[in-house]
């Protein structure tokens, strides 16, 4: 199951229309003290431009780890899982222009919060994770406000494949009565178009 992240922008220009509302007239009589004064209600509606840009990015619903087992010497020895993230829809964007998308932990704050899966039962048994993209964690990149960059797309039916990276180093030695059950976390997704034009 995938879910779609639906967007629009609107261009710099707008049109505006007012709406009349004069179907209805009050009339006002000053020999009447209850009709001296009347209100009446100005209107209107701001038009988005019809060529504005838009798009659809499907993102998966979920990403299963799997079953991971702790490893029986210490070393770094990795559980991986793909992760692709589509562009349905692209529509009227501008030349330079691509779409952004930006990830994050949902419980991320600022570039040094992990991405991270926290026990069922116990919320002191966490395990980190990162996203790689082409052998290099996303986590190496600027930090922007919603996240970090998962990929850009600048046209429909582009796809990006980035790799979700867990160390099972993290699990040596621990218990497993403690440590062995469920885990689960949360990627937030946050898209918006940006200019990719060189400097």
Not at 4 to 22: E, I, P, Q
Request: aromatic share 8%; proline share 2%; glycine share 6%.
């Amino acid at each position: 199951m995938k879910k779609k992240l639906v967007a629009g922008f609107m261009a710099a220009t707008m049109m505006v229309s007012v709406m009349s509302t004069g179907v209805f007239a009050k009339d006002l009589d000053p020999s009447n003290e209850d009709k001296k004064m009347g209100d009446t209600q100005v209107t209107a509606t701001v038009e988005e431009n019809e060529n504005k840009a838009s798009y659809v990015i499907q993102i998966p619903d979920t990403v299963d780890f799997g079953k991971i087992q702790q490893p029986e010497t210490e070393g770094n020895v990795y559980s991986t899982h793909d992760i692709t993230v589509s562009c349905i829809q692209a529509d009227n964007l501008a030349a330079g222009n691509a779409i952004a998308v930006l990830v994050k932990d949902a419980s991320a704050a600022e570039s040094s919060d992990p991405f991270r899966l926290t026990h069922s039962t116990n919320s002191d048994c966490v395990l980190n994770y990162e996203i790689m993209n082409k052998d290099e964690s996303i986590q190496n990149g600027t930090w922007y406000a919603n996240g970090f960059l998962f990929n850009l797309f600048t046209g429909a039916g582009q796809e990006a494949t980035d790799q979700l990276r867990l160390n099972r180093n993290q699990l040596y030695n621990k218990n497993l009565s403690v440590w062995g059950g469920q885990y689960t976390g949360t990627l937030n997704f946050y898209t918006k178009i940006v200019d990719v034009h060189a400097n």
